[in-house]
């Protein structure tokens, strides 16, 4: 079982940046697709940016060139770096795990991921 646990939300002023941090138990952590997910209220779920665990990224258009996924396999922990931070990027942001390797734009949706953290809110104001 893998267990996940965020960090590092909060309430930034437009503009601003946060970085977002996921620890993750168990010892497959490696070689897991890891993803971040948002939820803004009436909205669905959608991905953020997901990395594999060769290191390769995708992100969604509306985060390209402002955010950043990363991980540190040594410390089980998958990061979020998010800059130039909008009003419409407030949401409940949720870190995600999948056992498989996701190639290309696979592991897109929320179905495709086991494993999921509590979530943490981030709130922009403007």
């Known amino acids: 079982q893998v267990q996940l646990v965020e960090s590092g939300g909060g309430l930034v002023q437009s503009g601003g940046s946060l970085r977002l941090s996921c620890a993750a138990s168990g010892s497959i952590f490696s070689v897991m697709t890891m993803g971040w997910f948002r939820q803004a209220p009436g909205k669905e779920r959608e991905l953020v940016a997901r990395?594999?665990?060769?290191?390769?990224?995708n992100y969604a258009d509306s985060v390209k060139g402002r955010f950043t996924i990363s991980r540190d396999n040594a410390k089980n922990t998958v990061y979020l770096q998010m800059n130039s931070l909008k009003p419409e990027d407030t949401a409940v942001y949720y870190c995600?795990?999948?056992?498989?390797?996701?190639?290309?734009?696979?592991?897109?949706?929320?179905?495709?991921?086991?494993?999921w953290g509590q979530g943490t809110q981030v709130t922009v104001s403007s």
């Open positions: 995600a795990g999948s056992r498989y390797y996701c190639s290309g734009s696979a592991c897109s949706g929320p179905e495709d991921y086991e494993y």
């Open positions: 990395i594999t665990s060769s290191g390769s990224t």
